[in-house]
């Protein structure tokens, strides 16, 4: 906070005046020098209020009018009191920045107990003041708001500082969504007067502000603070793109005309004949915006650079201004969306839509009532004090809990199992980067929030936590699917579970785990299983194959509809008895049965290794795994030396009299139609089951089948590998073979 606080006054890439200005006329900002004089003139009398204080007051009351101001007076004078002798980079006292972070809250409309903690918030971390004080003079909601956004000291933490301190606040976060709304604010002051600072050290934070703070603001819906921030990170990292924009802002800033202003009045005078009461604004773009809308319609017209805000007293007057619009003017139904009656998961609701002139210039336009704008701008800072019981501000009933909504959920459940301060930090920023969610639904009725590109690796985890290692497959919208299928909005998800306990997860997934909280588990389950995973491989219920579980009426559907290969592939039906549900008592798909194998250990159970499927007459070697299991191997394969490399002694195993023997197969082809029926085809010709089967999606046109086979004799192996080869399309089909993982 101290170390980020600079000089406004010093030339730099810093705040983008113009369009800040055009939006929202009423923010003044503080005038440093004129608070820094009185600030150095000390408290004033009791129960006078400083004039250092005198604009945070004036945007207070004009969203509470009621409020009481003592604990303003008192944050103040001991914040003064506390920080004074220390100056910011700029040579101002170094009270004016606790100031202007408050006025920036208060003028978002932030109640009390927040501006008074924003006052102190940095007299703990920057002052001999501790939390107990503040507890005692303020109270416990006080004290913890600024203990929430209070760093932690580089001299314990070293490196980890920056990430344990967000780490700290975002748990904080989790139990008062105000210590974020303090923080957002500090950095936006911070990053307002970042002149004077080295231009390697701007850099850096207004990385940490584009890759951590942006999201979180866009996240609590907070777009004022999120809007600016975006422009003064554009700036410092962007400049000559920054530079561009702002001509083009100003070259349409001295058209003559303004397209815009003319379908405003046409909106109002449309609106005025419908007798709909309804304020009409224009909204200038922001810098940031401006360049997107530039990069993606190339040459701007006048109506680029702005959108139309239409403000109504009652929600059914939106949709009475939607339909008013679109019968008397040219609407562009491509851009209509309704976030009113789907709201984002920020809070943020409003209908989208666009009209068109004769021209051809195009105009957005925002509809909106006005307690929507004020949460659409300000977001959970709108809600007041979320925590006072029988409040009346209808913004509080959009859902059970708005102060933890399900991405803070999500992401305070998943930072408990990161491992290191480096993996918390580098997987929050991928988090925040997933910037929409998805919502699916649970066969019992119950939903799961998820990020978009979600699958079904993700749901289980999400549903199930650490349990989902034992999921073997699922259906979507009644349909089977692999676990790397990606899930849509609305889809309906059911998740199989295996029933065997030694079912586990496989390295595979984790190309398929898209939330942070399914790639911890995994690699957490990982970290500590070595042994199991070199051995398990695509093996077992866990091991990313899903069991054909389909009857032989499915497997013959699957087998005539052959859109496996040429699609991008899903679960593929089996025939015959082969076919085996994932919910019946039979051994889970992927998993070899007991097989025909003498082991030099009497009494132990005997499994053949699902990383090399070894059949007769192949030379092989086992290893004494959990539970005093016998896991035999190829001699050839990774996991043997993998094994010995960590000192596991070696058992001496044996074929038996049966030839029957269960193989895994992996067919690589070029992607066609019906591959998938003529490859299933030749499998049953050559008299082999089919136990489970994966078709991974395409890539570079071609299709990975990866199939786990019984045969009656394994004599017959080379024949149904020449036969799968003879298939048009298929170029190779190799015996499964699995890298053991580095020692």
Not at 653 to 665: K, P
Request: hydrophobic share 40%.
């Amino acid at each position: 906070m101290s170390a980020e606080a600079t000089n406004p006054a010093t030339p730099g890439p810093v705040a983008p005046t113009a369009p800040t200005v055009a939006r929202r006329k009423s923010r003044a900002r503080i005038d440093l020098r004129r608070l820094g004089r009185a600030a150095l003139l000390g408290p004033a009398v009791r129960g006078r209020l400083p004039d250092a204080i005198s604009h945070v007051v004036e945007a207070h009351r004009a969203h509470h009018p009621d409020a009481d101001l003592e604990p303003l007076r008192r944050a103040y004078v001991l914040a003064e009191s506390s920080h004074r002798g220390q100056m910011r980079k700029s040579g101002e006292p170094y009270i004016t920045h606790p100031l202007a972070v408050t006025l920036i809250l208060a003028e978002l409309g932030a109640e009390t107990t927040t501006l008074t903690a924003s006052l102190l918030h940095d007299t703990v971390e920057d002052t001999d003041v501790t939390l107990d004080q503040v507890r005692e003079q303020f109270g416990e909601e006080v004290r913890y708001l600024v203990d929430g956004v209070t760093k932690l000291e580089k001299v314990d933490y070293g490196a980890a500082a920056e990430p344990e301190t967000f780490r700290k606040m975002l748990v904080a976060t989790g139990s008062d969504v105000r210590v974020m709304s303090i923080k957002l604010a500090d950095r936006l002051h911070n990053m307002r007067t970042l002149g004077v600072m080295r231009p390697e050290k701007q850099a850096r934070i207004a990385k940490v502000t584009r890759d951590v703070l942006i999201p979180l603001a866009e996240r609590l819906g907070v777009q004022a603070l999120k809007t600016e921030l975006e422009d003064l990170v554009f700036a410092i990292l962007h400049p000559e793109e920054y530079e561009h924009t702002r001509e083009l802002i100003a070259v349409n800033a001295a058209r003559s005309d303004d397209p815009l202003a003319e379908i405003a009045d046409e909106v109002r005078g449309v609106l005025r004949e419908a007798d709909i009461p309804a304020e009409v604004l224009i909204r200038p773009r922001h810098f940031v915006s401006v360049h997107r809308v530039a990069r993606k319609r190339g040459e701007l017209r006048g109506a680029d650079f702005g959108r139309l805000l239409v403000l109504v007293n009652e929600d059914a007057d939106c949709y009475g201004v939607l339909g008013e619009l679109h019968t008397c003017m040219t609407p562009v139904v491509s851009e209509f969306k309704d976030f009113i009656a789907v709201p984002k998961f920020n809070l943020y609701q409003s209908l989208h839509t666009a009209v068109a002139r004769a021209d051809g210039q195009v105009a957005e336009v925002l509809i909106r009532t006005h307690q929507m704008h004020k949460v659409a701008e300000a977001g959970v800072v709108a809600l007041g004090n979320p925590y006072a019981p029988g409040s009346d501000d209808p913004a509080d009933g959009e859902r059970a809990d708005p102060t933890r909504p399900g991405w803070l959920s999500r992401l305070l459940d998943w930072q408990q199992g990161a491992p290191d301060p480096d993996t918390f930090w580098s997987t929050l920023r991928e988090d925040l980067a997933q910037d929409r969610e998805i919502t699916v639904f649970r066969p019992d009725g119950g939903t799961l929030g998820l990020p978009e590109g979600a699958t079904c690796v993700d749901a289980a985890y999400a549903q199930y936590g650490e349990d989902a290692h034992a999921c073997i497959g699922a259906r979507v919208n009644g349909r089977l699917a692999t676990l790397s299928t990606v899930l849509r909005d609305g889809d309906t998800v059911q998740l199989l579970m295996g029933q065997d306990p030694a079912s586990e997860p496989s390295r595979e997934w984790l190309e398929h785990a898209h939330t942070p909280a399914a790639r911890i588990a995994i690699q957490r389950w990982l970290a500590t299983h070595p042994a199991g995973d070199a051995e398990g491989g695509t093996e077992g219920a866990g091991g990313g194959t899903i069991a054909a579980a389909a009857s032989g009426a499915e497997g013959a559907s699957a087998r005539s509809g052959g859109s496996g290969a040429g699609t991008g592939g899903g679960a593929a039906g089996a025939s015959g008895t082969a076919a085996r549900s994932a919910g019946t008592d039979s051994a889970p798909a992927g998993r070899p049965r007991g097989a025909d194998v003498l082991a030099d250990r009497p009494g132990a159970t005997v499994r053949l290794a699902g990383c090399c499927t070894p059949v007769p007459p192949d030379e092989i070697t086992g290893f004494a795994v959990r539970g005093g299991v016998v896991t035999v191997h190829r001699a050839g394969c990774a996991a043997v030396e993998h094994m010995k490399s960590r000192g596991r002694a070696e058992i001496g195993v044996r074929w038996g009299d049966t030839t029957a023997c269960r193989v895994t197969l992996v067919a690589e082809s070029f992607g066609r139609p019906h591959l998938l029926a003529d490859l299933t085809e030749a499998i049953a010709l050559q008299g082999a089951e089919i136990v489970s089967a994966t078709v991974e999606p395409p890539s570079q046109q071609r299709v990975r089948h990866t199939y786990t086979l019984e045969l009656p004799d394994a004599a017959h192996l080379p024949a149904l590998m020449r036969a799968m080869r003879d298939v048009a399309g298929v170029y190779d089909v190799s015996r499964a073979q699995h890298q053991a993982p580095a020692s």
